[in-house]
């Protein structure tokens, strides 16, 4: 129990659940992922708004979105509002009608996967890295795991999903990190995933698998910040917003 109770924070920290609360506290889930934007300004220093202009955009359930924009122009900060980490802003941005500022953290962290450089690994199993104190059937874990890409590689493990990964052991790739995230979404009926140059650290072949790994889930909503959009996938997103 102690020992569970200490990851809390680190739980919060990569919006997962907490491992103690997660089947009482459970946090509504928004059937539809449709986001609105009008007017959407915010600003780190008084009198110094982050984006060139306010942004308006629609957002639909199940599309699939990047955010495109030079460094320093806020997509970074786009994505923490979405995720409801910056609350300060103004204007309006609402899923399904509810506005995000107001939105408690446990309907955000039920709904909404955020990933960012790295996904993180707990030194344990493969079935602890992806359960996170939570259980989930055999057969859950590797339909989340089939779409996810990963079932190939946990079947070449030596023990499967009980063999360790992480440090010391067998460790994931980067794009085997990502996917995992993906996975963990998945088993927990997450719908919006945000990703912020989640795959800037891969070769260029391997970030492009790991975007279409996510691309190709048709029930999920999907919002990329990447500073290269590859050409590649360009035709597969629905919309590109520009900040
Ligand atoms: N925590 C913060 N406090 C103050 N200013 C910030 C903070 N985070 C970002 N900024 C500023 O807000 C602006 C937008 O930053 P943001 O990180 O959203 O840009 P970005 O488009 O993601 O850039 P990059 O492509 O380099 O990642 C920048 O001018 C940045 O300096
Ligand atoms: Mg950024």
Request: aromatic share 6%; glycine share 6%.
């Amino acid at each position: 129990m102690t020992e569970l109770q200490a990851l809390n924070p680190i739980f919060s920290k990569y919006q997962l659940d907490e491992p103690l609360n997660s089947h009482t506290q459970g946090g509504s889930k928004i059937a539809d992922i449709n986001i609105t934007a009008k007017n959407l300004q915010i600003a780190y220093h008084p009198g110094k708004p982050v984006f060139k202009k306010p942004l308006n955009f629609t957002i639909h359930d199940g599309q699939k979105i990047a955010v495109d924009g030079e460094s320093g122009s806020g997509k970074s900060t786009l994505l923490k509002i979405l995720a409801g980490r910056l609350t300060d802003y103004t204007g309006d941005l609402q899923i399904d009608q509810t506005e995000i500022k107001n939105m408690d953290n446990s309907t955000l962290r039920s709904n909404i996967v955020y990933i960012d450089q790295t996904a993180y690994l707990f030194n344990a199993t493969m079935r602890y890295n992806l359960e996170l104190g939570q259980h989930f059937t055999d057969e859950e874990i590797k339909s989340a795991l089939e779409k996810a890409d990963l079932w190939e590689f946990v079947s070449t493990l030596p023990q499967k999903l009980d063999t360790p990964v992480g440090e010391g052991s067998a460790s994931l790739s980067g794009g085997q990190k990502q996917r995992l995230a993906l996975a963990r979404g998945l088993l927990r009926n997450r719908k919006l995933f945000l990703l912020d140059e989640s795959t800037s650290s891969l070769d260029k072949a391997g970030a492009i698998k790991v975007e279409n790994d996510f691309l190709n889930q048709p029930k999920i909503t999907v919002v990329f910040v990447s500073h290269r959009l590859h050409k590649e996938n360009k035709d597969k997103f629905d919309q590109i917003i520009t900040v």
